[in-house]
């Protein structure tokens, strides 16, 4: 046999469906979806030149997401991991999600095992550090986050068959961290940076935040929401669509007080809508 | 002499595959896995030493063999073995334990028979000194 399909390794491994959902599911992040289609094709085209016998070295799937909080770097970790099942390059397909804490110890001896033992646990599926830049601290020569990164590399460099290593974070901290540790950039074959969403975007994300919690705006609290993502970006802490998810938290609060305030019966159709009214009551307007 | 003990001491040691997939079976059971050693093979001896701690929440037999091959590296003159623990109320204990390394010069063992009163036998099992 000296023909492939290619079309044939995509239907059998059903990667479509993943990329598709994630498609349907992620608003906007078109660069990020680009490149996971990039990685896809790359791997089913590695899978596809293996079978034929062309010999190349496994690919390497280390990756860092960098960007702003809220921008759903988990979330396409979480996808990235399933993919990589799908295509064969996890055997499990879990993620293990990681900070500094569950990495470095806080006793000379502590961190090695500390570390060996998240990476057991990550064995066949993902290990998503996230805030990596943590774990490097040069302002302290007696850190012990130096240990636990170089068990790291060593298992990034040994152990690639058995786990992929995501590092994620603020873009700029990222950067200074890979920087400084040039043997963990050069190990990462996948940059992924995920842009902040535009108003538009982040109005389409609160939709379907309110729609899968059976929720939704009435006209007047769209525009009232509008206004409040304008006031909301500009606010500190803004944290593109995890802020979306807390003005929706404290909107549902406040429609319930409103709702029990009033007392007597209510509708199907009332305990759905949220009003502009529980939206402008919200401090940012203030 | 080739000490046996355990789940499969009917059986020609396993081969790293084997173990692997006995790993991937006690993990799908939802058991931990965990690596023993000692260099005191005497059956009565029940205080193997542990090495490292036991593993829970694991998801992948990569872990487990990691460890029972730096076990190995470690110790190469004792003997290693793999227990897995399950911890469903009323099980509470191994289900599975097995040599997993063995040192290439063995221990050798001899029985002594002591008759007692009457036609009483004692059984003594002794280690007798490597060759």
């Known amino acids: 046999m000296n023909a492939v399909d290619l079309s044939a390794v995509l239907g059998e491994t059903r990667v479509e469906e993943v990329l598709d959902q994630l498609e349907r599911e992620l608003v906007g992040l078109a660069p990020v979806k680009r490149r996971i289609r990039e990685i896809a094709a790359y791997l089913v085209v590695s899978r596809a030149r293996r079978s034929l016998g062309l010999e190349s070295a496994p690919p390497s799937l280390h990756m860092s997401f960098t960007g702003n909080p809220g921008t759903g770097k988990t979330t396409v970790a979480l996808r990235m991991a399933d993919v990589l099942h799908r295509l064969g390059y996890l055997r499990k397909g879990h993620l293990v999600a990681v900070t500094r804490d569950d990495l470095v110890g806080q006793y000379i001896g502590h961190t090695a095992p500390k570390t060996r033992e998240v990476l057991k646990r990550a064995m066949g599926g993902v290990l998503f550090i996230d805030e990596a830049y943590y774990l490097y601290r040069p302002e302290n020569e007696r850190d012990y986050g130096q240990e636990a990164i170089e068990i790291l590399l060593q298992a990034m460099e040994n152990q690639r068959d058995d786990l992929v290593v995501v590092f994620a974070g603020y873009r700029e901290r990222m950067e200074t961290f890979f920087r400084s540790n040039p043997g963990m950039s050069s190990r990462i074959a996948h940059h992924i940076d995920f842009p902040d969403y535009a108003p538009a975007e982040l109005m389409a994300i609160a939709r379907l935040m309110l729609e899968s919690e059976n929720y939704r705006f009435d006209e007047e609290a769209e525009r009232a929401f509008d206004e409040y993502i304008a006031l909301r970006m500009k606010a500190p802490h803004f944290a593109n669509a995890r802020s979306m998810r807390n003005a929706l938290e404290r909107a549902r609060l406040r429609q319930a007080q409103r709702l029990f305030e009033a007392g007597g019966a209510v509708s199907c159709e009332t305990l759905m809508t949220i009003a502009a009214e529980d939206i402008r009551a919200s401090r940012v307007f203030q | ?131």
């Open chain 2, 1 to 131: 002499m080739r000490i046996t003990q355990g789940t499969f001491s009917f059986l020609p040691d396993l081969s790293d595959d084997e173990i692997r997939a006995q790993i991937e079976y006690a993990l799908g059971q939802g058991w931990s896995c965990s690596v023993e050693h000692t260099d005191d093979p005497h059956p009565r001896n029940v205080y193997w030493e542990m090495f490292g701690l036991p593993m829970f929440d694991l998801k992948d037999a990569a872990g487990v063999l990691g460890e029972v091959r730096r076990c190995r590296e470690t110790f190469p003159g004792h003997y290693v073995k793999l227990n897995a623990f399950d911890a469903t109320h009323g099980f509470e204990s191994l289900r599975l334990s097995f040599i997993v390394h063995r040192p290439r010069d063995e221990a050798r063992f001899g029985l002594v028979r002591e008759e007692a009163s009457g036609r009483t036998l004692r059984y003594t099992t002794y280690e007798r000194r490597r060759s």
